[in-house]
């Protein structure tokens, strides 16, 4: 299966500032998406990225709050706009190599907000 | 939409016993996949075993096994020998393949403990 490659690992943020999170695949894959899992819960999908164009948002996550780009089949970045200590989370992006085909993750952004 | 339930929030089991995890799922579509992925504390979400509803056999890798009851709705993930390095969370998942692109939907989790 694809390595992936998540950056960063963790961070530590001030309230109010933004993060962007990446996400590099070793090679070209179908689809990428992103997720949040909270404290102790399960994950939720925030959205599919799609290459060259806008992702697609799962309801409940909005554009302006968690911005993501895809440029290419390998690449894509996670931004966390506007921090409060409710986004404390792990963000994960995953990848499907071709479709039908199983979702593998990255090893996860644990992220906390002062 | 597809739901996915796990019952068991934790469980527990001795070093070389066998243990299932149950989980269950709601849907009205005949073409799905079915997943199992664990979770050890280093946060990686890594894939176990998957199921195509098409398929009537039961997967198997390794030590993972599952029991495929279709009608039931049920998805119950067994691991023959349990190891230490089991030790972790493990979540069931949906996938219906399709114009909606592959798209999973979790259960909640079962924390598993494998005890020395």
């Known amino acids: 299966s694809a390595v992936i490659s998540q950056k960063p690992s963790r961070d530590i943020c001030q309230r109010g500032t933004s993060l962007t999170i990446q996400c590099q695949v070793d090679?070209?894959?179908?689809?990428m998406f992103w997720y949040r899992q909270q404290p102790g819960q399960s994950l939720t999908l925030i959205a599919t990225a799609n290459q060259g164009s806008e992702a697609t948002y799962e309801s409940g996550f909005v554009i302006d709050k968690f911005p993501i780009s895809r440029p290419n089949l390998t690449f894509s970045t996670l931004t966390v706009s506007n921090m409060s200590p409710e986004d404390s989370s792990i963000y994960l992006c995953s990848v499907v190599g071709q479709l039908g085909g199983p979702q593998h993750f990255g090893d996860g952004t644990r992220l906390s907000i002062l | 939409a597809q739901t996915v339930t796990q019952s068991q929030p934790e469980m527990s089991v001795q070093e070389a016993e066998t243990v299932t995890l149950s989980c269950t799922y709601d849907?009205?579509?005949?073409?799905?996949?079915l997943f199992w992925y664990k979770q050890p504390p280093s946060r990686q979400m890594i894939l176990v075993i998957r199921?195509?509803?098409?398929?009537?056999q039961n997967a198997t890798e390794n030590r993972f096994s599952v029991n495929f009851q279709k009608a039931a709705k049920s998805f119950s993930l067994k691991i023959s020998d349990s190891q230490l390095g089991d030790t972790a969370m493990y979540f069931c998942a949906f996938m219906k393949p399709g114009t909606s692109g592959s798209r999973l939907t979790f259960g909640e989790g079962t924390q598993l403990t494998v005890n020395p």
């Open positions: 090679s070209q894959v179908t689809m």
């Open positions: 849907t009205s579509e005949s073409n799905y996949y």
């Open positions: 199921q195509e509803a098409y398929k009537q």
